[in-house]
């Protein structure tokens, strides 16, 4: 069965950076459009950032502009999101998601494959 997997979340301070993986199996990875998508008690599930197939092109939520960066390896069948300068307000569990919508229009309640989460936790 599909299964990804997500690991690298921690707790930091405001300013500092931490790398998240999500490790994919049971799909053909590079026949998705891959995502990470982050949630907080009590909302909804935010897209944070997607990248095509083939890595060639990446889109960002506003708010992770510049201090993001989501990337793909198709040989090792893994999604990568580089956080730099967290800030407290980044604070989440993030999600990663496999989906078959163009990068521009994933959404939460598309019909994707979501790994369990990893808690991100930025202290100020």
């Known amino acids: 069965q599909v299964q990804l997997v997500e690991s690298g979340g921690g707790l930091v301070q405001a300013g500092d950076s931490l790398r998240l993986s999500c490790a994919a199996s049971?799909?053909?990875?590079?026949?998705?459009?891959m995502a990470w998508f982050r949630q907080t008690p009590g909302t909804e599930r935010e897209f944070v950032a997607a990248?095509?197939?083939?890595?060639?092109?990446?889109h960002y939520t506003d708010s992770v502009k510049g201090r993001f960066t989501i990337s793909r390896d198709n040989a090792k069948n893994t999604l990568y999101l580089q956080m730099n300068k967290l800030k407290a307000e980044d604070t989440a569990v993030y999600y990663c998601?496999?989906?078959?919508?163009?990068?521009?229009?994933?959404?939460?309640?598309?019909?994707?494959?979501w790994g369990q989460g990893t808690q991100v936790t930025v202290s100020s």
């Open positions: 049971g799909l053909a990875f590079n026949t998705y459009v």
């Open positions: 990248i095509s197939r083939i890595g060639n092109r990446t």
């Open positions: 998601a496999a989906s078959i919508s163009a990068i521009e229009v994933v959404r939460a309640n598309d019909d994707n494959y």
